[in-house]
């Protein structure tokens, strides 16, 4: 979809990244870097000040204590974390447990390790996106190994409650399971919703993976730094295999991501607030189309149900807006498990992390074009 908003000079509203850079702080850390030697390969586990600032900051906003020599990793992205933890701790023919639609990662990671994903589907509610504890619950068995959480969550928006987290926890405790959450849009939560991590519910730190990532926090996706916190026989494992898929990650920009963390809250306050903003001038701008708009709770992406339009179909709305309104977006579908697509084949996922002048022409298409 992003080849396609190029060839047809589209505003891409499809991938999800900004256009606007991350704090000058931090890039500028990372030039002086990279003019001071920070060229070799640094640590496989990370940098010792990028794996302390992680961990303060898992302290501080959340109360969970990570021992940064042993319980840290720094990956290539949230992506290599996710992967590396997959190929970890599942082997061919377990079990992994997933809400859908999903992140497009975790059902290749899973064919990687030769494991399966069992897909719990997230129904469009007018309470927001829910799932049916009992179909959670009916889908353990002796094969089940893992559950990914992905909260806030891509692509629809979704922050899962206490109670829905609290749900999830007991099935992993109660089964044994480890839980790998992918936390990328920690900081990216709107309006009164809160992130909460998993592993700060009682019982969940020791048998739980926390993934994050400075691509989201800091505006910096091409970066593709990310980590995972844990226990540290989780972490070790991880560690393992991400000897054999990158070794180490990116040095000069891990030291930079390590000031981000320390000192940038405040810029990081900003993007959210603009990012609240950027979503509030989508919504307007489709519901004046006469969409229904299903709002984000959380992250870059809302969604919105594209029934009322002469292309009910997502699959068809997206393939023709580049056309009609010189806009991209993607079918919530593209997301989902075959088993799942009719549940989603109305909706489209916007993202709204363009500056406000670019949103605001988006929204204008939108209300010109339908
Ligand atoms: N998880 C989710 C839910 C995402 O939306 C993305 C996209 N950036 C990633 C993981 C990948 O993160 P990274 O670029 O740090 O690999
Ligand atoms: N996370 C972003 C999205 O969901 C982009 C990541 C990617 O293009 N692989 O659109």
Redesign the pocket.
Known sequence: MTDLALRTGSINL????PDTDGPSKVIEAARQALSHGANQYPPLNGTAPLREAIANQRQHRYQTPYNPQEQIVVTTGATEAITAAILALCEPGEEIITFDPA??VYPAAARFAGARCRRIPLCPTLHGYEFDPQELAAAVNAKTRLVVLNTPH??TGKIFTSAELQNIADVCIRHNLIAVTDEVYEYLTYEDYEHTPLASLPGMEERTLTVSSAGKTFSL?GWKVGWACGPTHLVSAMRSVKQYLTFASAAPLQDAVAIGLTSEEGWVAGLRRNLAANQEILSQGLRKAGFNVLPAEGGYFLQADVSPTDQPEALDFCRNLPHMGKIVA?PTQAFSAPENTKRYSSLVRF?FCKNDEVMKVAAQRIVTCF
């Open positions: 499809g991938q999800g990244f992140y497009d891509n692509p996706t993607i993202a």
